[in-house]
């Protein structure tokens, strides 16, 4: 046969089925992906700053020990309300020229998921501190300080970000720490992570193999049957308030001996809950915390009169139907 005797023909056959098969494969599948899959139509685009603060992100590395995806198990219903989908991802395009896509799902969980962090922690004085020492705030924290994100001044400029940190994390006692504008748009970054709604009428995708209730006593029950005031202070309060009641000097009040803790005027307790707190400027700002992670008028009293009875407030408890009556009339 003339055919296995030509070289040339052999070659340009063997090519072009090689071109036509890698083309049908792979080129047209990627494309076609690409084509198909659009971001949530909720999904805010990110603004300048959070792309900047993306990059600080990528080049320190966070990525190393912090996924960005919720996977449809039970075990990451903490992370996110829902499982994380193909079309949470479809905004991602090349970073520049030279480098392709920064995938940050991420594959090390050595810290907790950031998927929807802006929603769990939208705190941005409490990132701060965070980012320039995890353990004033965490204090078995294994996440590195990102000193280098920060500057030590004397005299702050008028756009400049004054962080809290308790004189034993600093290097000096008087040094006065201030963000840097990687810093601020780490942040930003950050407190843009927050989960898109699905369109009306898109359910979203299950998580499996939940665990169930244990029988008698519902999940995180206390004994008398109602929600677990201390667990439910771990989950929505300590992270700034401290587990010790103590706060952080200077960004987070102490909730021991505070006289809204201890007092009779519920309606203002209760306000602070659910729609956030700014009275003075020593402080930084409280999110409207019991709002935002929707909770119950049974948690908003089992938290409170958890706080009533620790670190020797020894304030009475207040009840459910009182505190109820308290949220109806905020509405
Ligand atoms: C060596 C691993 C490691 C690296 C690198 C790391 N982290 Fe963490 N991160 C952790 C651990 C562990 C925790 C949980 C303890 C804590 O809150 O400090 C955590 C907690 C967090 C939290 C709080 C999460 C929550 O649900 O409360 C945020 C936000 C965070 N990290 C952001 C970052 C950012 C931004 C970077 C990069 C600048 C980074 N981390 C780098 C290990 C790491
Ligand atoms: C992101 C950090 C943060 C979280 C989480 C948080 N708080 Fe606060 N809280 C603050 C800050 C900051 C203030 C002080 C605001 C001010 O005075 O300007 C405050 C003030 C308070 C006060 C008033 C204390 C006083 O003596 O004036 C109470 C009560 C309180 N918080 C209860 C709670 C409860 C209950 C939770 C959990 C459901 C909670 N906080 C979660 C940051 C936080």
Redesign the pocket.
């Known amino acids: 046969m003339e055919f296995y005797n030509n070289h040339k023909k052999l070659f340009t056959t063997a090519l072009l089925f090689f071109v036509a098969l890698t083309v049908w494969i792979a080129v047209w599948p990627a494309f076609s992906v690409q084509r198909g899959m659009k971001p949530l139509p909720n999904a805010p685009k990110m603004t300048a700053e959070e792309e900047a603060g993306r990059a600080v992100y990528i080049r320190e590395g966070c990525v190393y020990c912090h996924t960005q995806q919720v996977r449809n198990l039970d075990m990451d219903d903490v992370f996110g309300a829902r499982p994380s989908i193909a079309a949470d991802y479809a905004g991602n395009g090349r970073v520049d020229f030279w480098r392709n896509t920064a995938d940050l799902m991420g594959t090390e969980r050595t810290g907790p998921d950031l998927t929807d962090i802006g929603k769990r922690?939208?705190?941005p004085?409490?990132h701060l501190t965070h980012l320039y020492n995890p353990r004033a705030l965490v204090k078995e924290s294994i996440m590195p300080a990102f000193h280098g994100l920060f500057v030590v001044k004397a005299e702050p400029g008028p756009n400049d970000v004054e962080v809290t940190v308790p004189a034993e994390f600093k290097k000096n006692k008087d040094d006065r720490i201030f963000a840097t504008q990687d810093a601020k748009n780490l942040v930003a970054y950050l407190l843009s992570r927050k989960q898109a709604e699905l369109p009306t009428g898109r359910e979203p995708m299950e998580f499996l193999y939940k665990k169930k209730a244990p029988a008698g006593n519902a999940a995180g029950g206390n004994a008398a049957g109602g929600p677990d005031g201390a667990a439910?202070?771990t989950t929505?309060?300590a992270?700034?308030?401290q587990a010790n009641g103590e706060g952080l000097p200077g960004?987070?009040?102490?909730?021991k001996g505070?006289?809204?803790?201890t007092g009779e005027n519920l309606e203002l307790?209760v306000g602070?809950?659910m729609k956030g707190?700014?009275?003075?400027p020593g402080?930084?700002?409280?999110?409207p915390?019991?709002k935002d992670a929707n909770?119950s008028p049974a948690e908003?009293a089992a938290?409170?009169n958890h706080?009533r009875e620790s670190w020797g407030n020894g304030a009475a408890p207040v009840k459910e139907e009182d505190v109820k009556k308290i949220i109806d009339n905020l509405k």
Not at 251 to 255: H, I, S
Not at 277 to 280: G, I, K, N, S, V
């Open positions: 922690q939208p705190s004085e409490w439910l202070f929505h309060c992270a700034c308030h960004a987070f009040p102490p909730l505070s006289p809204v803790v307790y602070i809950i707190y700014d009275a003075r402080y930084a700002v409280m999110p915390v019991g909770l908003i938290i409170m706080e």
